[in-house]
């Protein structure tokens, strides 16, 4: 198996139950993104502090090598495994507003 997916499955491995709750939000999310937004910032916050951690170690042990300038490809991959078990993790942190309305003024 190669390293990325290596540590990808080692993070859900390790972080089970935090990854599992948000599988469920973002099952949620993806049916009704506007009720769900919030409870999907919340906990995404904390998915995402978890993957960028693991993103960093897998990154560290390249920078410092001879394959240092694969560690963007290596972390890109990364990425793109936790995309296709979480295709929207991208939305994590958006803010949804009401439609900006402008009252009419009746000059009248």
Not at 33 to 62: A, M, S, W
Request: charged letters at 30%; a neutral charge; proline letters at 2%.
């Amino acid at each position: 198996m190669v390293k990325y997916k290596q540590y990808f499955q080692e993070m859900l491995t390790q972080n089970k139950e935090l990854f599992d709750s948000f599988g469920k939000i973002h099952s949620r999310y993806v049916l009704d993104p506007k009720i769900h937004q919030e409870e999907f910032n919340k906990k995404g916050e904390e998915v995402l502090d978890v993957i960028r951690k693991y993103e960093n170690r897998l990154c560290r042990q390249t920078e410092g090598s001879v394959w240092g300038k694969f560690s963007t490809t290596l972390a890109e991959k990364f990425q793109a495994e936790v995309k296709s078990y979480f295709p929207k993790i991208d939305c994590v942190g958006l803010t949804t507003e009401e439609a900006f309305n402008i009252k009419k003024i009746n000059l009248d």
